[in-house]
């Protein structure tokens, strides 16, 4: 019998999205071009009537959005002819956007600049989807003259599909970052650690200054709790809560929560009033793993010395290196030269460190809660944003992803694809990981921290199962090895 169109339990692929920061070169028709000697070798130039010259000129709204709105018009039209759905409008997840973006400064010089965002489709995380991205870069960049400067970002979004991520996700993806910021800045030029845009949950966030939330409302909290509390087996999803979270349900959920309960919240009706079936005291499921490494954490703040789940030896990686070890990276304070913006949350006084970080993240009841933890400035590095309690009411606008914006704007399709396959990658690997192997990575990098031991973001990459994309980092930080301040351990 043919299984070939039968369909069988699998896991859920994750989704995730781009944003492309660019800025495009145009002039006007009968200007002739700064580069016409080499013109032959570049991609053609963007034109643009000369009856906008003078609207443009005087510096009107009206100038400005008719430029911009020709300018978008020609990136939809050659992406549609090149069979990429691409649309103008807001709040379309399923199709290419072309948008303004307040945050891309222009720069001087012999064209007219202006830039843009362009906003991929949500995809399925497949080899075809991490391609397109590559494809889409390469196409605009041979059909026109697009740079980034140091106010462009490329930001990826993951996420699972329309349903925000349950709150063991959540702990986990979080965890890892956490422990990894400082490992994977090594990635991109240093001015992203100083940028406004993406200020490092490391080094700002709350949980970073040791800050603790102060919030009396009980009924907001209850709510929080509510839709951003643990899903146990058998219950329906988030979004099931955010449809239906009237007192009633909230105090349904709360009476499975308290000590000792472990029946998963369920209630058959919105109409039902009450939860069915009777709360038993039973002992948790065996399967938890968020509650072993809840355990192991507390084990190794109380006593490091005789943790078991220390890793006996230093990590040693399955593939062949080109390069040595990098050392890990100490940040000193910031030259004010290589701010990008003059305002940033202060920078925490000292480094918590990974576990102390960890264990606080695992110790709050809500996705809201870390997220508050990780908040820093408008936007963190790493950005739960579409998490805080502030925008459950803002779900239909607002997809449910973990946005990574610390890279810097690129041209180069291969690098724009690596990156979004990375951040992936890193999610899937937080989420899916064995309790040991999440935990070994942890303690690797802790040790890289307080002990000097070998390991570094491509020996993070190589544990994560993410041996290409380790093989496009290294060389990329062969060539950037003096740009991006990299020093390297000794033999």
């Known amino acids: 019998m043919s299984t070939q169109n039968q369909d069988f339990p699998g896991e859920r692929k994750r989704t995730f999205g781009v944003e492309l920061e660019i800025i495009v070169a145009w002039l006007w028709d009968d200007e002739p071009d700064p580069h016409q000697a080499i013109a032959s070798t570049l991609p053609p130039i963007l034109r643009c009537p000369v009856s906008l010259k003078k609207a443009y000129d005087e510096g009107t709204v009206v100038g400005e959005e008719k430029i911009t709105k020709l300018i978008f018009k020609t990136f939809t039209d050659i992406l549609k002819k090149h069979g990429l759905p691409t649309d103008l409008m807001e709040g379309i997840y399923d199709q290419w956007r ?3 973006d307040e945050t891309v ?3 001087e010089g012999d064209y007219k600049w ?3 965002e362009i906003v991929s489709p949500v995809e399925r995380a497949s080899d075809e989807s991490f391609q397109l991205i590559r494809y ?3 196409l605009l960049r041979s059909n026109y003259r697009i740079m980034v400067n140091n106010t462009c970002g490329l930001h990826v979004h993951v996420g699972d599909g329309s349903e925000l991520m349950p709150l063991d996700h959540v702990k986990r993806v979080a965890g890892l970052f956490w422990a990894a910021d400082p490992l994977l800045a090594c990635i991109h030029p240093p001015h992203r650690r100083t940028n406004f845009w993406c200020q490092s949950i490391r080094e700002r966030s709350n949980l970073a200054h040791g800050l603790i939330r102060d919030d009396d409302n009980q009924t907001h909290l209850s709510t929080c709790n509510y839709l951003g509390g643990s899903t146990r087996h058998g219950e329906s999803p988030v979004s099931w809560r955010e449809k239906y979270h009237d007192p009633r ?3 349904a959920y709360e009476a499975t929560r308290v000590q000792h309960d472990f029946e998963p919240f369920f209630m058959k009706d919105p109409n039902d009033r009450s939860a069915s079936g009777n709360n038993r005291n039973i002992t948790p499921s065996s399967s938890d793993g968020n509650l072993d490494i809840d355990i192991q954490v507390e084990k190794y703040a109380a006593d490091k010395g005789s943790w078991d789940a220390m890793p006996k030896t230093p990590y040693v990686s399955t593939r062949d290196r080109k390069t040595p070890r990098f050392a890990y990276p100490v940040y000193t304070p910031e030259d004010p030269n290589q701010t990008m913006f003059s305002v940033l949350d202060d920078k925490a006084e000292d480094d918590i460190g990974v ?11 809500s996705s809201c809660m870390i997220e508050w933890l990780l908040r820093a400035g408008d936007r963190p590095n790493y950005n739960l944003r579409a998490y805080a309690c502030r925008n459950h009411n803002q779900r239909l606008t607002r997809p449910g992803t973990i946005e990574f914006r610390e890279a810097l704007g690129t041209v180069d399709g291969k690098w724009a694809e690596t990156w979004a396959r990375i951040c992936v990658g890193l999610t899937q690997f937080a989420i899916h990981a064995p309790v040991k192997e999440y935990l070994a990575v942890l303690c690797h990098i802790d040790r890289a921290a307080n002990e000097g031991a070998p390991y570094d973001v491509l020996d993070l990459l190589d544990e994560a199962g993410l041996f290409a994309e380790a093989v ?12 991006f301040r990299l020093k390297v351990m000794p033999n």
């Not at 576990?355 to 009841?365: L, M, P």
């Not at 496009?472 to 740009?483: A, F, M, P, T």
Request: hydrophobic share 35%; charged share 25%; glycine share 6%.
């Open 98 to 100: 072309i948008k303004s």
């Open 105 to 107: 400064s222009s720069i």
């Open 114 to 116: 202006s830039g843009m």
């Open 136 to 138: 889409t870069l390469d």
């Open 249 to 251: 349900h909230l105090r």
């Open 355 to 365: 576990f102390a970080g960890v264990q606080e993240i695992y110790s709050c009841v």
């Open 472 to 483: 496009v980092v290294e060389k990329r930080l062969i060539e950037n090895k003096e740009n």
